[in-house]
């Protein structure tokens, strides 16, 4: 069973950057894809990015593309989230998720995924 914790959330204003970090316990992080979703307030829960196994592909949505950017460390079981230039539409619940795939190919979907962490909130004031 793969735990997985988030960390480094907080206010930050509109411009500015921000890391978060996902720690997965439990499991084979390497056999892992990783992902980041974002869920604000009345609304569904949305990928953000995400990274293979490996490393070698990265997916992200179009609304962040070329302002985040996702890394992992398979040697510290880590993945992270580098949010710049943020917007206050950024503001929301960012999740860490690990969905048990050897592909190439980052899935998008919540219901791909296997393992979630609680959340941590980001919020980007204007």
């Known amino acids: 069973q793969v735990q997985l914790a988030e960390s480094g959330g907080g206010v930050v204003q509109a411009g500015g950057s921000l890391r978060l970090s996902c720690t997965a316990t439990g499991g084979i992080f390497r056999n892992l894809a990783m992902a980041w979703f974002r869920q604000a307030p009345g609304k569904e829960r949305e990928f953000v990015g995400g990274?293979?196994?490996?490393?070698?592909?990265?997916q992200y949505a179009d609304s962040v593309k070329d302002r985040f950017k996702i890394t992992r460390d398979n040697h510290y079981n880590e993945a992270y989230l580098a949010m710049n230039a943020v917007r206050p539409e950024d503001t929301a619940v960012y999740f860490c998720a690990a969905d048990i795939n050897f592909g190439p190919v980052v899935r998008t979907a919540p219901k791909d995924y296997d393992y979630w962490g609680q959340g941590t909130q980001v919020t980007v004031s204007s």
């Open positions: 990274i293979s196994w490996s490393g070698a592909t990265n």
